[in-house]
């Protein structure tokens, strides 16, 4: 059997999809906070707080539930990790210390370990159900 174009068009499409939600749900979540929190002792904390994370973490669910659901594991996990990289490096990248780059990998290899975590979950779950026939 050939396998064309067409076959790699909804796997490349999990991918996108997967990336670009991760990039809009860490603007949308992360985005928008770039100040530290200075407390008395003078210590600084942030510029996330902890209600935040968790809400990108728990949105995250849901596009990576959906690509995992329909077999796009791979695409789930690559996806998400790229866009939360990206978005990461877009984010911290104005550091002048230029230990962004850290942060950047601990995002990197923290999303692909979580992600995939996830998905073999989800794909687990889906691959024992049984399958029903669409209703017409």
Avoid: C, K
Avoid at 40 to 46: E, F, R
């Amino acid at each position: 059997m050939r396998q064309g174009p067409r076959n790699f068009t909804p796997q490349l499409s999990a991918t996108l999809a997967t990336a670009l939600a991760a990039l809009a749900l860490w603007a949308a979540w992360l985005g928008w906070d770039q100040h530290r929190d200075v407390h008395p002792d003078g210590s600084t904390t942030g510029p996330y707080e902890a209600w935040q994370v968790i809400g990108l973490v728990l949105t995250l669910l849901v596009p990576v539930y959906w690509a995992a659901s329909r077999g796009y594991v791979t695409d789930a996990v690559l996806g998400t990790s790229a866009g939360l990289t990206v978005a990461a490096f877009y984010d911290w990248s104005d550091d002048s210390s230029g230990l962004f780059v850290i942060g950047v990998g601990m995002v990197m290899i923290g999303s692909v370990a979580v992600t995939a975590a996830v998905t073999a979950v989800v794909a687990a779950v889906h691959r024992d159900r049984p399958r029903t026939p669409p209703n017409r």
